[in-house]
């Protein structure tokens, strides 16, 4: 009482001086005469905290009569912004107006940490600041004391004894003036956070010595030239236009990012490869500087969000990036081609200690960062990773630790560290920390997600929610070894029946008990698939259920999920190293029933330049294509979406541009429509993060931009018919070794440059008659010791009908048995090499009907290892054509099977039928 009696007291007798300090988390003094505040809504908060600036009711604060007499004057303010995590969003902080209204000094926070001051007609901007914080708690804030000095000759923002920015001008007229704090007369959006006290003071009539550039002297030298050169405060009036990227826009753009993003890293002491960031950003610096590089421009169509997004009817790509905090990036991402970015949010921002849920981090951040996303139209996925909270952990502390017994969980290093930390761990591999059929996990995810969703789901920029981070299930638990028991009941109905299938001497189904050294050991081979059929059921019943979830409280809003793409194992590992093992077990993922369960295709993939194993080509590509390949089959009505795509190293030897580009435009012909890198996320302390690397920032928008623009030819190509099959065996490659996913991978990559378009089928869907011989002219087997019981019948029901098999090396059994299990048309034993390959690949098309129209050879008319090219047609009958060159040298190419060519770049007609493309370079063409 006495505290708000005094505060009233002080408003009354004080105000026209505004010399006291105003306290703002005081009502009695906010609602006081003299101090008004304001919002859109007519509802505004104050607390313990402060004035509430944050969604959605956006709070402004007035201050009258704050007299000014020639004298030097202080304003100070205490302020703690919404997310300073890694950058905030742009709003008005601090202003003085003159009686008329005029407003004659202005503070705003603008993107990526920095200060913006307006004063006596000129304007000036900081460098980013070091303000970190949170964005879990609402006792997590970091206030700070933030000073605007007036002075004889200039104005400046003052922070822990230093000036931040200034600008020279003479003072303002005496007079009273009114102070602004958050947004003035409803125009715009204040900055993001709590306004805690302002007091306007006496001051000295100097301005203390600027901030010191932080970090190493030589390189914060170079950054800062960059800063003098390239950052100004109208840095966000770069004309942007949603239908339209301009190169030239984009490549200030990703600078504008680079230069933001090594300053973070000086800020915050993270040197590791800074050397190779400055050097990459000063020649593309140089190269904008000097004029020397084109202003293409790429029409990319209506820049609205989708009402479908990578669902039947929407023919658009979507290109962006993974991280957090990227709201704050919109202008610069938006210019850079940017259309889609992806974050997420975990149970624990949503959350409280006991479990109930809090709206703490989505009115801090989530949704202010959807509002303006939508201001530039990039499109959000969201991710909703349901990390198990720790009031759920403290109750299941077996789901923390270690896994017990034997068995590999990762390198030798982090297996001497869990050896060290050992707990007798059941379940929760990885992120997760769950035994997801657990009730009250489900529980959980339940109380999360029926609170999440009715705040985000009807923004427009939502478009598609991923319902897991790189999940892998691996439980051990008392509820999952009676869940496989069960299931084994189903399956064999008795003890002798399962005794007799895994050679064991079980007295009862009841006494299987089911741990880590018995799931690795491959030695019994009918017991471990049976582990991974039930693994992956309990798996898909999970995901079902936060899909139903997300369909009940989001309806409308696709989901996918982002699983690992170790389908076909981990082949650049040596067999039996622990990162192989640590890949290759029954991660509870079943990729086919998930393709079919999503609206999305969903996948976390790779592509770099650093996993060839041949030595011949640049690029990993195969592997990945080999990937999209077997999931397109799965759903070929659906798309792909790869919301971690990792297809580029920023840090050295980092990627080369040409070859992101080529490898985006691979990913679009073999199904990808929508991908996120990972990452970017200045100051995150992790070397594969792409703001600081502006050559890799600037290509990927540039080529996102070039797919969109052309993408009636991609989508032409990613649509082509498929009707050579390659079968795949899931049993034979996780329990039958490595040879039949080695063997299905080297088939693929030959069959790349063959012209023939392979499809990838498991044998599920043979035996589930979702393929037949009318949908392949050919399926060619390799290597199978293991298939499914039920293959052959399917092999042979499909040859029935009409269908042509052909059998490369064993399958199940030696090869002089093989007539009596499958009618094979040819058999062949022999283990060709990889241009052996190709050349059988390319004789069985021709055999079989199924050769390109179009034929790609060198100048002697022979195929070229590392030259993909595929062909499409186009509504009005035209074919397209595009070619890429993935080997390590420039190819002369000669071109069969076509007339009239045009090269789509240049619009221009190619003689001959001749092209040469460099290491890395594409090709599209319009023919007949």
């Known amino acids: 009482m006495f505290r708000t009696c005094l505060a009233v007291l002080i408003l009354s007798a004080a105000a026209a001086l505004s010399a006291a300090p105003l306290d703002l988390t005081d009502p009695a003094v906010t609602g006081g005469k003299g101090v008004s505040l304001f919002n859109r809504t007519g509802r505004v908060k104050v607390d313990r905290l402060g004035v509430w600036n944050v969604w959605p009711d956006y709070t402004g604060i007035r201050v009258d009569e704050v007299e000014l007499d020639g004298a030097p004057a202080d304003f100070e303010f205490t302020f703690s912004p919404a997310d300073t995590a890694l950058a905030w969003l742009d709003g008005h902080l601090f202003s003085l107006a003159d009686a008329s209204g005029n407003e004659v000094l202005r503070l705003d926070m603008v993107r990526r940490g920095r200060f913006r001051l307006a004063f006596a007609g000129n304007k000036a901007v900081s460098r980013p600041q070091k303000w970190d914080c949170t964005v879990v708690n609402w006792d997590n804030l970091t206030p700070r004391k933030l000073t605007v000095r007036l002075a004889p000759g200039g104005a400046a923002l003052l922070m822990d004894g230093r000036t931040v920015v200034k600008l020279d ?58 800063e003098r050169l390239f950052i100004t405060p109208e840095m966000d009036q770069i004309p942007f236009d949603k239908d339209r990227i301009r190169a030239k826009d984009a490549r200030i753009a990703a600078i504008y990012i680079a230069v933001d993003g090594l300053w973070y890293r000086l800020l915050r002491g993270l040197t590791p490869g800074f050397e190779f960031f400055l050097d990459e950003l000063e020649k ?104 198990t909270p720790n009031c759920l952990l403290k109750k299941h502390p077996e789901w923390e630790g270690a896994f017990f017994g034997l068995g590999t969980e990762s390198e030798a290093e982090n297996l001497k560290r869990q050896t060290e930390e050992w707990k007798g761990r059941q379940a929760g591999h990885g992120f997760l920390k769950a035994s997801v059929i657990a009730p009250d996990y489900r529980e959980m995810c339940r109380t999360f997600l029926e609170y999440l969703l009715p705040f985000v789901r009807n923004s427009r920029m939502l478009v598609a929610i991923d319902l897991a981070n790189e999940v892998q299930l691996e439980d051990y638990s008392p509820l999952m070894q009676q869940y496989f028991r ?6 064999y109905g008795s003890a002798e029946k399962l005794n007799a299938a895994w050679r064991s001497n079980y007295a009862s189904i009841d006494d299987v008990l089911m741990v880590r050294p018995l799931v690795f050991d491959r030695t019994h081979p009918v017991r471990f698939w049976d582990w991974v059929l039930c693994n992956r059921e309990a798996g898909t019943g999970h995901f079902r259920f936060l899909h139903e979830l997300c369909r009940r409280n989001a309806p409308g809003v696709p989901t996918h999920v982002k699983h690992l793409p170790h389908e076909f194992g981990t082949p650049w590992y040596e067999m039996g190293s622990n990162a192989r093992n640590f890949y290759d077990y029954a991660d509870g993922i079943d990729r086919k029933a998930l393709a079919g369960l999503t609206e999305i295709i969903g996948t976390d993939s790779w592509a770099d330049n650093a996993h060839d194993e041949s030595g011949r080509l640049s690029s990993d590509v195969p592997m990945q294509s080999a990937y999209f390949s077997l999931l397109r089959s799965y759903q070929p009505e659906k798309w792909i979406f790869d919301s971690e795509w990792h297809i580029l190293r920023c840090d050295p030897p980092a990627t080369p541009p040409a070859c992101l580009d080529m490898v985006m435009q691979q990913n679009a012909v073999h199904g990808l429509r929508a991908g996120t890198f990972w990452l970017v996320c200045p ?38 018919p498929r009707r050579f099959g390659v079968l795949y065996s899931p049993k034979s490659r996780y329990v039958g070794g490595d040879l039949h996913s080695l063997r299905l991978l080297r088939y693929f990559e030959a069959g790349m440059f063959s012209g023939a378009e392979l499809r990838i089928v498991d044998e599920r869907q043979l035996i589930g008659g979702e393929v037949t011989a009318r949908d392949l002219d050919l399926l060619v087997v390799l290597d199978t010791p293991l ?52 050349r059988r690949i390319r004789r069985d098309a021709a055999e079989f009907g199924l050769a390109a129209p179009v034929d790609v050879t060198d100048e002697q008319g022979r195929p070229v290892y590392g030259v993909e090219w595929h062909v499409g047609r186009l509504a009005d009958g035209r074919r397209v054509l595009y070619i890429a060159n993935m080997s390590k040298e420039t190819r002369k190419l000669k071109l069969s099977g076509i007339t009239g060519l045009i090269d789509t770049d240049t619009g221009k007609a190619v003689p001959a039928g001749n092209i040469e493309l460099p290491n890395w370079g594409t090709f599209i063409g319009i023919c007949r």
């Not at 805690?196 to 100097?206: I, V």
């Open 169 to 226: 001008g003479p003072m303002p007229a005496p007079g009273s003036y009114r102070a602004f704090l958050g947004r003035k007369d409803d125009a715009g959006r204040g900055a993001l956070g709590w306004y805690s006290s302002f007091e306007r003071k006496p001051a000295p009539a100097e301005f203390p010595e600027p901030q010191p550039l932080p970090g190493k002297p030589e390189w914060s030298a170079r950054v800062d030239a960059l």
């Open 284 to 387: 593309l610096a140089a190269a904008v500087r000097a004029g020397e590089l084109p202003d293409e421009v790429y029409q990319v169509g209506g820049g609205t969000p989708p009402d479908r997004f990578l669902t039947p009817g929407d023919t658009d790509f979507y290109y962006g990036d993974c991280g957090w905090g990227l709201a704050a990036y919109a202008p610069e991402l938006a210019r850079l081609g940017v259309n889609l970015v992806s974050e997420h949010i975990w149970p624990e921002a949503v959350l409280d200690a006991q479990g109930k849920p809090r709206d703490v981090m989505l009115i801090r951040r989530t949704m202010p960062q959807l509002e303006e996303f939508e201001k530039y139209n990039i499109a959000f996925d969201l991710m909703i990773a349901p990390y």
């Open 486 to 491: 069960d299931w084994l009941r189903r399956k």
């Open 683 to 720: 100051g995150n302390g992790q070397h594969l993060e792409l703001s600081s690397t502006a050559p890799l920032m600037l290509q990927s928008g540039l080529t996102g931009a070039k797919i969109r623009s052309k993408r009636e030819y991609f989508n032409a190509l990613a649509s082509r």
């Open 787 to 838: 298939p499914m019981e039920e293959t052959p019948a399917a092999l042979r029901k499909f040859a029935a009908d009409g269908g042509k098999l052909i059998l490369y090396g064993d399958f199940a059994t030696r090869l002089a048995d093989v007539d009596t299990a499958v009618p094979f048309l040819r058999r062949e034993r022999a283990t060709p090499s990889q241009d052996e390959w190709l």
